[in-house]
């Protein structure tokens, strides 16, 4: 296999968990490059859904906006927000919700509002924006962010979108109806929760990186699961297919844009 | 009754008090960016700004000194970062002190909902296992009469006044709009009072009998305003300027700059014409 960057690897092995017709809700980002990866491989026919109520979306280039033309001009249909968040999300139309964080802790809940006191931030982050309700309602929620001390974290300043909450069946006990995080992609590899405790364990890396790594780069006491998967490489075509995306984008995101006088 | 055909001066003018709740609404697309300058010209004071997604057009509302509190719940620049203005308000209080009334969309699409239909609260299931109940006491919990389940309960967003950006309107002043329209149609039929820019004022609105259509007796005014939602888009009209957004990051991070491109871009033109116009310069 050519070489490849942790990123590419990253979005090609969250890609590879997204089944054919399942139906997606999509944050922006690097959820966003994952879920039309999949789409453009091994799962054309999924139903990408954005906050933005653009339903079974088909995008050309990956969105910056979580509501670019684009997305609305590929879609199935397009529907008010409010719709999009009762009717579908909270109906339980939604199998599987793709998140990105600012900061995830062992019990896989998130933070995306502040780091330091709420009242007095050290940084104030863009806040919920659709997370807490995606994060409750979809079916299964997987999660990708970089680690690092400073993402993957012993205590959340600020939980924004429940995980597991403290583990051990305290999800379910919350009525919160669906599954929580099944996987977290990281660019080490894949953390998944422990049947019983809900802690997030490590339970498979890309080819190359080592347990010691994935320790390294987590904020708390990382276990290890029995058995630790090796995540296969890019294959051509998902790398091929990635580059080309992500190429297609930038040169739409450049291109200049008629002031309308 | 028809709406008010008027300037955007005299739409502000006329609409916009100083310590007025205001929503510019539009997700991501059709943001009324021409009114949120012409708000800042006429230097309004004490806004409680209502939007979803504060974006740009509230970054430098706040960045301006327009605004005492802000009900949100995303405030960052889209797929690009922070929005330098709001954080600096929230953690320096520059230029003044912001109270914030946070949320998620969830929770605010339901108090919109609850809004436009004038009742107390929007209720959902909803806010499970956050942190942001502990800290807006506007988000409580209800208990269902016949199930007993707790639900989320949000008291309903009634602006003194929404405005919208749409494609079009009629003389008489019915509004159409096409593509993404967010939480729009709940929001205007929320406000007080409505006003609503439009790329172009038509003899008749094409029949579209699925459309958002706001009819002219729910509407206060409209304004032809074209490029009204530029630098985000108008589908149909022109896309959403994403190079704009980018290099707002670097206009917005320190308050000189900022401050200097808002005279001269803002402040410094008469209208949102002379706006689009003097940014066209720039980039010949």
Redesign the interface.
Known sequence: MNACTRDEWMTVAAARLLRDRCVCFVG??LPSAACNLARLTHAPDIVLIY????IGTRPDVL???????E???TAAC?V???EV??HY??AGRVDVGFLGAAQIDRHG?INS?VIGP??A?????????????IA??AKQVFVMLKASKRSFVERLD?????GY?DGHGA?AR????GGGPRAVITDFGMLAPHPQSEELQLVALFAGASVEEARAAVGWPLAVADHIDTIAAPSALELDTLRALNARTREA??R?????? | MSAAILSLAEAIEHYVADGASVALEGFTHLIPFAAGHEIIRQRRRDLHLIRMTPDLVYDQMIGMGCARKLTFSWGGNPGVGSLHRLRDAVEHQWPHPLELDEHSHAGMAAAFCAGAARLPFGMLRGYVGTDLPAHNPNIRRVECPFTGEMLAAVPALNPDVTILHAQRADRAGNVAIDGIVGAAREAALAAKTLVVTVEEIVDALPPAMNAIVLPHWVVGAVVHCRGGAYPSYAQGHYARDNAFYRHWDGIARERGTFLGWMEEHVLGTRDHRAFLAGLQQEAA
């Open positions: 922006i980002g906050e933005s109520g653009t969105p910056l906006s979580i509501g670019d033309g997305l609305a001009a397009v008010p927000l409010p968040f009762s999300l909270q809940n509002t709420y009242d931030p050290k940084t104030r982050l863009p806040g919920a924006g659709g997370a807490p309700e409750l309602h600020f939980r924004t979108s429940a909450l999800r919350s009525g919160a109806p995101h450049a200049p844009v008629r002031i309308p006088l």
